[in-house]
């Protein structure tokens, strides 16, 4: 075997290996989907930054009721909740922490990154997850172009309420709230894309109408103004 060959063999073996090592190093040991998880941190006071009954609030609160008085989601409580925080190091450059109350029930879901979230009444579930957004793409076009759609053909009586551009931690956010049918019970959910450096965070929740009312201050106001890219 002559040294060409020798040398083209060594360097496709170093290219293997380290393919592998990447790919073994992209992706952490992930808990089995279902895993209950343990929070880091536990406080009985809400996020930094998110005082409910400040004027600032206030003001929010009126002009979402004058920009759309038909969406729940302007029809928050003024009392904060006990918030536990929780630290998502599944894969690397997509480290996070964020929020959720302390008498929820958090469990790992399906895929790296992310959770299930369950409040006692088993009427609203929260989750998060990490998306992984095409290089031809951002989160904005790839949330109106196929996440959209996506609802649109597979919840029966899809219907927009409202997308809103807004900022998360210093991060560019947009979100969807929308209302479906779940048998024959009105649903109503919020989804919302946080940009990030590499993938971007999705946090959704859903309950049935009466119930999303009672638990979109919770969500709107302290979930999801907790969460945080580590790191940065």
Known sequence: MDKTRIIILSLAAVVIIGFSLYSFGSYSTSPKAGTKIKPVRMSASAPA???NNNNDNKRLLQQQQQENP???LSQFPTTAAAMNTYENRDKPENYYSIQFPSNAV??????PGSYVIKLPSNTAIFSVGLL???DT??????MLTQEEPSLKSSLQHYKLIKSNQFTIGGNRAWDLIY????STVLMESVKTFVEGSDN???LTASASAPEFIKNSDVF??????SFRWLGK
Do not use: C, I
Request: proline share 3%; hydrophobic share 40%.
């Open 49 to 51: 930054g998110v005082v």
């Open 106 to 111: 958090v469990e790992h879901g399906k895929d």
């Open 70 to 72: 038909n969406s729940t």
């Open 132 to 134: 992984d957004v095409p």
């Open 179 to 182: 209302t479906w049918e779940n």
């Open 200 to 202: 971007a965070a999705v």
């Open 137 to 142: 793409s951002n989160v904005q076009l790839y």
């Open 220 to 225: 709107a106001n302290q979930v999801l103004q």
